[in-house]
């Protein structure tokens, strides 16, 4: 058996008993390998693929959403000002009808 290079203790809480281990040399040169492999492989990948939008329709995008946002804005300004109209107009309503039950 190959001396332990260090050890591992977790104790979990609300759990009686620690979890005890120990690794090697060659356990922390393979995690460490195994995690250079993966870190490669992803910047890898990240070169390989083109980016999903270019800066061209990232930029036209942009202004797409920016003249949406305008037009809501707007949409919901004109929906203020059609709901006090129409409260202006369910006053008079109120007011004629009430006006027409006098007499």
Known sequence: MSSSFGHLI????????????????????????????????????????PPLVNEYDRHRLEAENDALRVDNKNIELKIGRLSSTLQRIEDMSHQVTTQLDKD
């Open 10 to 49: 977790i104790i979990a809480p609300r759990v009686s008993r620690a979890w005890k281990t120990h690794f090697t040399r060659g356990t922390v040169i393979a995690a460490a390998s195994c995690l250079a492999a993966c870190v490669a492989f992803l910047v890898m990948l990240a070169y390989t693929f």
